[in-house]
């Protein structure tokens, strides 16, 4: 099965406050990240965060991280029609790994005026 | 500074044909990894290779290879090419093979008929 799952859509309005779920299945992941991408484009870092952290804020970003139930939320404030795109969560298994990310199959945000 | 640049930006290939998709890493990144991204799901691992030596390698089969050169930048070849090839190959460039900071080029978009 999938290693790292999310839910496919979420529709919010202009101003409102959005939250993009995660759930991962490896307890040894150690870093737990979040892209976004836009229609025709590669992806954007947004924010990462380290395994032994509960929740990281960046400006309207915020992340939160259950370690015991393995889910990762993003919340998006005062979201703007800007950020529409999809949203990918990945993880990172190990210290140095070189296998790099394991992607989720993304979250669409669609922002209605 | 320029961020991570990939060529060409989409090209259109016939089944069994061969493919090279280059990438050049951002300044100082020594790390470039490959990902496919097939339409409608998340990005999956290709390839990463550090300082011109292969790092790690995901799930897929040997018509896909690819090297760096001296100045970091890096190929992907993929040969005998298939349907289902057809996707977004995004590069990757990050410092090192343990950097949790993988920055993410616009893609190539290669279609396979």
């Known amino acids: 099965g999938e290693d790292v799952e999310q839910s496919l859509f979420l529709s919010v309005r202009e101003g409102d406050s959005s939250v993009i779920n995660c759930t991962y299945t490896d307890s040894s992941s150690t870093y737990l990240y979040w892209y976004k991408q836009e229609p025709g484009a590669g992806l954007q870092l947004l924010t990462y965060?380290?395994?032994?952290?509960d929740m990281k804020q960046d400006q309207r970003l915020t992340v939160l991280l259950n370690k015991k139930d393995k889910h990762l939320s993003l919340r998006i404030a005062d979201t703007q029609t800007g950020d529409s795109a999809i949203y990918f969560c990945?993880?990172?298994?190990?210290?140095?790994?070189?296998?790099?990310?394991?992607f989720g199959s993304g979250t669409q945000l669609t922002v209605l005026p | 500074d320029a961020g991570v640049t990939q060529s060409p930006t989409h090209l259109i290939k016939t089944r069994g044909q061969h493919v090279t998709l280059r990438c050049s890493p951002i300044s100082g990144h020594k790390s470039v990894s490959w990902y496919q991204q097939v339409l409608g799901q998340g990005p999956q691992f290709i390839f990463q290779y550090y300082e011109k030596e292969e790092r790690g390698r995901g799930n897929f089969p040997d018509r896909f290879s690819a090297r760096q050169f001296p100045n970091y930048s890096s190929e992907l070849n993929v040969n005998a090419l298939l349907l289902g090839d057809s996707a977004l190959y995004l590069c990757a460039s990050s410092s090192g093979p343990g950097s949790y900071e993988q920055y993410f080029g616009p893609g190539t978009r290669l279609t396979v008929t």
């Open positions: 990945a993880e990172k298994k190990e210290p140095g790994s070189a296998r790099q990310l394991t």
């Open positions: 965060i380290f395994s032994n952290m």
